[in-house]
């Protein structure tokens, strides 16, 4: 049996290794590193994959996160909802520009933001709401953009995890994750559903105008060369990552039917064990499986993790500390106990292997070590 990993990025290479390297080898041969011909290319071709009308390409997830909100001008003293049982990034961004994170809690089913939650978080200060579409489904949408049009908020969609998943509104129309907020920001690392060999990140949005205020912040703040109008930073998509994603790009469904194919193996070989919850689909949206991401109910998730990984079998806690209780944010934290279903999520959830390459003989090995433990 090859060696399990969390995530197989050397395997997924050797299928594309020719037309990566060639891609390589053209935009050094070119020297085009910075703004050149692939990172245009690659902007139009995602927007048209998404059916977003712009992308802004940038230099990884976090940035494009931050760089939503100084495009929104989001201030001091402003608030912005989001989720605890996340990625710090989200977190991070809102902290940096002096903003104030309010957290909602989050579904106990799909992990995503309960959007009753978020109405009741809602203050005169609240500005926007970053709904993430945690491990690979799209937040509950249609009553999230409903709350904000009665608000007057803007959405932005952390879509670092769901790239390729598709949201069905009430009417049967269906949108791609990242084209439904008012911006959506998505990461290429490496590990992510997409992925570059480096860092990478990208903007959405659907807005001319919030498109051109996007892309001048990602610029210095700068429109005409050597003229400022804002303040804004220095993040770019370079070259050689953005001539990687473009072959990439054209197998994004492939990954992430791959990637179901094997949540499935899963869900069928946990289905008896009553101690273990599998992921609960969304109603309302596909699954891109950015992580496979078990509830331990009965207290031995962590004998769990220690068992699958003395038999060779990798497991992650995404995440063992929610963001509200991070020492790092002590200054606008949340009392422990005020958002219950993410403290229970933290001492119960595991994330199983995942990625494009995983075989029968390691998906085998992976649920029977699973299941050996509940014997
Ligand atoms: C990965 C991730 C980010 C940050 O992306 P980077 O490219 O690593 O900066 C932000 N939010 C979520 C939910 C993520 O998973």
Redesign the pocket.
């Known amino acids: 049996m090859k060696p399990i990993q969390m995530v197989d990025l050397v395997g997924q290479y050797q299928r594309i290794k020719t037309e990566v390297d060639a891609a390589i080898q053209r935009v050094i041969d070119n020297a085009a590193f910075i703004n050149g011909p692939d990172v245009k290319e690659f902007e139009k071709e995602l927007a048209a994959y998404n059916g977003s009308r712009h992308v802004i390409a940038c230099a ?4 494009a ?1 931050q760089i939503a909100m100084m495009a929104l001008d989001l201030k001091p003293g402003d608030e912005v909802i989001t989720a605890s049982f ?2 710090v ?2 977190v991070e961004v809102v902290g940096l520009l002096g903003i104030t994170p309010v957290f909602a809690d989050v579904l106990p089913g799909t992990f995503n933001l309960d959007p009753a939650d978020i109405e009741r978080k809602i203050t005169p200060r609240t500005k926007a709401i970053v709904p ?1 579409h ?1 491990f690979g489904q799209v937040a509950d949408m249609e009553p999230i953009m409903a709350i904000a049009k009665k608000h007057g908020l803007y959405v932005i969609e ?1 879509n ?2 769901a790239i390729g998943a598709t949201y069905t509104f009430a009417d049967g129309s269906k949108r791609k994750s990242g084209a439904i907020g008012h911006i959506a ?1 998505t ?3 490496p590990s ?1 559903n997409l992925g570059c060999y480096g ?3 990208a903007l959405f949005t659907n807005d001319d105008d919030l498109a051109k205020k996007l892309r001048r912040v990602c610029n210095h703040g700068s429109e005409v060369r050597y003229y400022h109008e804002v303040v804004g930073v220095n993040s770019r998509l370079d070259s050689l990552q953005a001539a990687i994603l473009r072959i990439k790009l054209p197998q994004l469904d492939a990954y992430n039917a791959a990637r179901n194919k094997a949540a499935a193996f899963y869900d069928t070989a946990f289905a008896g064990l009553p101690a273990v919850q599998v992921p609960v689909r969304s109603t309302r949206s596909t699954h891109a499986f ?1 992580q496979y991401t078990l509830r331990v109910t009965d207290g031995r998730r962590d004998g769990l993790k220690q068992h699958l990984e003395a038999n060779g079998v990798p497991a992650m806690i995404y995440y063992p500390v929610s963001c509200h209780l991070q020492r790092a944010y002590k200054s606008v934290r949340a009392p422990e106990g005020s958002l219950p279903v993410t403290e229970q999520l933290t001492r119960e959830v595991l994330s199983l292997p995942m990625s494009t390459e995983l075989d029968h003989e390691q998906l085998t090995h992976i649920t029977n070590t699973v299941n050996s433990f509940f014997a």
């Open positions: 990884n997830g976090t940035d996160l996340t990625f990034a989200t993430v945690l952390d670092a995890q920001s990461s290429f690392f992510k860092d990478g990140g950015h």
